[in-house]
């Protein structure tokens, strides 16, 4: 019996989309300046990591790539695949995994929350709008001075500002079937945020490694300052 063209449609879409979040941005950019990203900082190649140890400018590049990964997979899902709207979780799914276990690195790879703010974009889109700005009002200077963890109160905060605009301003046709894609992305970002946790648990040494390295320089900075004056 052969599948059905949706489920071949889903296959196919979460193939490319595999190999689409297996494109190692973050490796290949640090390589082009000298630097291989996982024997410095975090050893996790992800945009922060190319942001602190190789340069601002890189590191938003990457940061923006990761994000294409998961726009251009919800389109090509939805518009070239033509995967319904709830199946679109499955080739979502697939690009995380392929930035997690990118076989171009020898499976190693970043968190994936660049990319999954793409696919949240790509997959809500304008109703999404309202999140994303508030998200990067509190992510960004100078209100992430506020608080203690900038960058996770800033997705909690886009993330509550997103289900509010589903519910209030969501088509009242589709609002059911764009809760039940909220909880399945929800699962998703739930399954980022723990890999986020346990890598930097098992990675503590080389994040206070950083620290130290940091303080060190501050101390120095300092003692140089005090023999000028």
């Known amino acids: 019996m052969s599948a059905s063209p949706e489920i071949t449609n889903i296959a196919y879409a979460s193939l490319v989309a595999f190999f689409l979040g297996a494109i190692p941005a973050a490796y290949l950019a640090s390589r082009l300046h000298g630097v291989n990203i996982f024997d410095v900082g975090s050893r996790q190649a992800g945009a922060t990591n190319v942001w602190k140890n190789v340069s601002r400018k890189t590191g938003f ?118 809760l039940a894609l909220y909880v399945g992305i929800s699962c998703l970002a739930l399954a980022v945020l723990l890999k986020s946790v346990r890598f930097h648990r098992r990675n503590a040494h080389f994040f206070n490694e950083d620290e130290d390295d940091l303080e060190s320089r501050e101390i120095e900075e300092r003692r140089t300052a005090e023999s000028e004056r």
């Open 61 to 178: 590049i990457v940061f923006l790539i990761d994000v294409l990964k998961g726009v251009i997979t919800a389109l090509l899902s939805r518009y070239i695949f033509e995967v319904s709207l709830l199946w679109c979780l499955v080739p979502s799914v697939a690009v995380i995994l392929g930035h997690w276990f990118s076989p171009m690195t020898k499976f190693k790879g970043g968190d994936g929350v660049a990319s999954l703010g793409g696919l949240i974009v790509g997959l809500f889109q304008w109703i999404a709008l309202p999140a994303s700005l508030v998200a990067i009002a509190v992510g960004l200077p100078p209100l992430r001075y506020k608080f203690a963890h900038p960058s996770l109160q800033a997705g909690v905060t886009g993330w509550g500002v997103l289900l509010l605009t589903i519910a209030v301003a969501g088509p009242s046709d589709k609002r059911v079937e764009y």
